[in-house]
């Protein structure tokens, strides 16, 4: 959701829809896949702390918090936004999981090791392609084990099956605006090796997923220092 100049009830409503394409779409599956990766590569820990950047109302965590019951994991998540629309919603969703809270902050306002693994889903694509490597560098500094991104393949049949989607199940303009423009605004394999290349990110694993997805993990070297500057 890129422009908030017209929040409150729409927004709300906007953020209900998403839940229901995000289920209907398999959006919780490249997070998912990239926090079991990060999580296997830090020696599969007892306890798990997720830090969702961007998470709207965080719903794409019920994947992870239902694999962290399977592996009998003890996981926090907090979930971060910067609209008070977001922190209504996932307070309601979640109002009943004491494994999740909300913190209304903008990511680079967040300290550095605050979480484990920090995730991004459906969040990269708001940045354009200049500010894309300060994300994931912020992204990297706030996690001790590394950052997942799950986001949209940009490809012209992912384009036309959500613009079709959208109309279909959704009269909400930020759904049918920004549905389509999330596509046209995604990613392709090229632009992540090329984003892991500046930031000397040699580890990355980017897979693509069903239904035009990327799940992309970038774990953290063990000798590495949690803000990534030696202190």
């Known amino acids: 959701m890129d422009d908030f100049t017209q929040a409150g009830p729409e927004l709300q409503e906007a953020l209900r829809h998403l839940r229901r394409l995000n289920r209907w779409l398999g959006a919780s599956g490249p ?9 296997k590569a830090a020696g599969a820990p007892r306890n798990l ?13 019920r994947a992870v918090l239902k694999w962290a019951e399977r592996e009998r994991v003890k996981l926090k998540v907090i979930l971060t936004d910067v609209t008070d629309e977001a922190r209504i919603e996932a307070e309601r969703l979640f109002r009943n999981d004491p494994r999740v809270s909300f913190v209304r902050k903008d990511v680079f306002e967040l300290p550095a090791g605050l979480a484990d ?8 694509h708001h940045f354009d392609a200049d500010a894309l490597p300060a994300l994931v560098q912020r992204c990297m500094d706030i996690s001790r ?3 997942v991104i799950g986001d949209i393949h940009r490809h012209w049949i992912a384009w036309t099956a959500v613009w079709l989607f959208t109309r279909i199940v959704s009269a909400n303009r930020y759904i049918r605006h920004d549905g389509p423009l999330s596509v046209a605004k995604g990613f392709r394999r090229e632009d992540f090796l090329k984003i892991a290349g500046q930031l000397g ?3 990355m694993d980017c897979r693509w997923r069903p239904l035009f997805r990327y799940a992309v993990a970038f774990p953290r070297r063990r000798e590495e220092p949690v ?3 030696g202190n």
């Open 201 to 203: 990110l040699t580890d």
């Open 227 to 229: 803000d990534g500057q």
């Open 31 to 39: 997070v998912l896949y990239g926090v079991k990766r990060l999580w």
């Open 145 to 147: 084990y590394g950052a």
């Open 49 to 61: 702390t997720v830090l969702d950047v961007g998470s709207g109302s965080g719903d794409v965590n």
């Open 117 to 124: 693994i920090v995730t991004a889903s459906q969040f990269a």
